[in-house]
């Protein structure tokens, strides 16, 4: 049996930390064979928008994630 992984908010969220520890962490994370769910990313999105104050623009740059490892339940 094959389980999923799914990635939590956190790990993304990581992607744009001063802490380059946990900037490597996440990137070796999200280079194995993963999934994201919506949720994750639509609280990534209100995050990313409300905590770091970037902007829509600067979010999706940033974020880089393909489409096709997301899952919608």
Do not use: G
Request: charge should be positive; proline fraction near 0%.
């Amino acid at each position: 049996m094959s389980d999923k992984i799914f990635v939590d908010t956190n790990v993304l969220l990581y992607l744009l930390s001063n802490d380059l520890e946990k900037k490597s962490i996440a990137k070796e994370i999200l280079k194995s064979n993963h999934h994201i769910s919506i949720q994750v990313l639509n609280e990534f999105s209100n995050v990313s928008l409300k905590k770091f104050q970037l902007s829509i623009d600067d979010r999706n740059s940033k974020k880089n994630i393909r489409k096709d490892n997301c899952i919608s339940f």
